[in-house]
């Protein structure tokens, strides 16, 4: 996941990080800075007096600026300059005047002022040195001013340390400064990325209420085709049934049929076995969705019920007044499928092509031997279907929407089982409709 934070964010976090700092400094320094006045009530017990309202004075005024300076957005870095030249100012002015013995402990106080300062502040270390710089100078007038005592008595009683911490403090606030902006940038980091991971968590579980909706209509209707399937497969039966028991009847009156008639009977008595079969096969709709369904393999010549079906509907063609062209194979090619489904999914290709092509059209079947395998084509060079038709025809249980031909139903079932069989059988089904027309296509291997 990338996150991208403008300069504009940043700026925003760096100052909000500055302002939190300069509030512990401030506060620090309006609550400890009056008690300072213990050290000079014991050292320098003549002006503790004055120096504490000195030091009232400058919190209030220091406290002014605070409250100003946030109420209008300043730049904190103006008022912590101010707060530390007042704090400079004061205690430069107590080192100068305080007796030789007491320099000692007016130059730990300034130094222990100036290191707490720039350990807590966050600004650019140039405004350190630039504090630093004043301090020194303050010392420098105050004890041209006021001091009694030469330089080196000065220095040597406590100036030479306060010089050697000021100097360097001056580092810290280099590498405060930048541990700080790193900070900021990961805090930054790690709210954008906070907020894009709570975005993408709101966009999971909508989409999964979505998908969750999706499932349960997709359950309903699951239940809706097995409900239909079921229905439909128990009328089929009757049906069926009542076909063989007429057939029968006729068959008992076999002496009077003409050699024609005897030979459409036998092919309904076929044709109602095989329903029979695959009816029984298609009912159990988990069977056909599992991938242990069985077949009743066995080795046959595969022209010959290709050609068979293409004889059972060249009636079925004339009708709509297509020609069904003939080129298929006169060679034998052995397979070992399940006849009856095998029959199925030619029949299914062969005739949903010819009820959706248009009238006066030609339609060649095609089988072939290619690599080892036996090829089923069916070629129609009219008007092609569209192949967003086709993938929604070979899409299981799914109507298409209305075509050209819109008194034909276009329920995709019998296609959708042809494929599902075909691929169950270890077979390839393709299809294509473009602006050549209509193709399917069904491969298997043959036996040797």
């Known amino acids: ?31 400890l800075y009056p008690l300072i006045t213990i050290i000079d009530v014991i050292y320098n017990p003549n002006v503790w007096i004055q120096f504490l309202i000195v030091r009232l004075i400058t919190d209030i005024i220091i406290y002014g600026l605070y409250t100003f300076f946030r109420s209008k957005k300043y730049n904190y870095r103006i008022l912590l300059h101010i707060a530390f030249f007042s704090l400079s100012c004061t205690s430069a002015l107590l080192c100068t005047l305080a007796n030789s013995q007491q320099f000692n402990v007016y130059f730990l106080v300034y130094s222990a002022v100036i290191l707490f300062f720039n350990i807590q502040v966050f600004w650019e270390p140039i405004h ?25 008595l000065f220095i040597t009683n406590g100036g030479q340390f306060f010089f050697i911490v000021a100097t360097v403090s001056c580092l810290i606030p280099s590498a405060r400064f930048k541990v700080m902006e790193h900070e900021a940038k990961q805090t930054l980091l790690i709210e954008k990325s906070n907020e894009q991971l709570k975005a993408q968590n709101r966009d999971i579980v909508e989409k999964n209420a979505i998908i969750d909706m999706q499932y349960e209509r997709l359950l309903k209707m699951d239940e809706q085709k097995n409900s239909f399937i079921n229905i439909a497969g128990h009328d089929l039966k009757n049906l069926i049934g009542s076909i063989i028991m007429s057939n029968n009847m006729i068959k008992e009156e076999e ?30 709709v988990k069977e056909i969705e599992s991938p242990d369904m069985k077949f009743n393999m066995e080795v046959f010549d595969v022209n010959v019920e290709v050609r068979r079906i293409f004889r059972g509907l060249v009636e079925t063609a004339q009708m709509k007044n297509i020609d069904l062209l003939d080129n298929i194979l006169k060679l034998p090619l052995n397979v070992k499928l399940d006849k009856v489904f095998a029959g199925q999914i030619f029949q299914n290709l062969l005739s949903n092509a010819i009820k959706f092509s248009q009238t006066n059209n030609n339609i060649r079947v095609v089988t072939s031997l290619q690599r080892q395998k036996f090829v ?54 393709f299809y294509r409709s473009d602006d050549n027309g209509n193709y399917f296509r069904v491969e298997f291997y043959v036996i040797n």
């Open 1 to 31: 996941m990338f996150v991208q934070i403008t300069k504009e964010e940043f700026s925003k976090e760096v100052l909000k990080k500055a302002w939190y700092q300069t509030n512990n400094i401030i506060w620090t320094i309006l609550f």
């Open 376 to 429: 089923f084509e069916i070629i129609d060079e009219g008007i092609a279907i569209g192949q967003e038709e086709l993938d929604m025809m070979f899409n299981k249980l799914k109507t298409l929407n209305d075509a050209n031909t819109s008194h034909e139903s276009r329920l995709g079932l019998g296609l959708s089982i042809a494929k599902l069989i075909t691929q169950e059988m270890g077979g390839e089904l």
């Open 128 to 152: 350190s040195i630039i504090q630093t710089l004043l301090a020194f100078i303050l010392l420098a007038v105050f004890f041209n001013a006021f001091s009694d005592y030469n330089i080196d």
């Open 255 to 284: 002496y009077r049929l003409s050699a024609d008639q005897k030979e459409f009977t036998d092919y309904i008595t076929e044709s109602a076995e095989k329903m029979q079969y695959m009816l029984a096969k298609l009912m159990d």
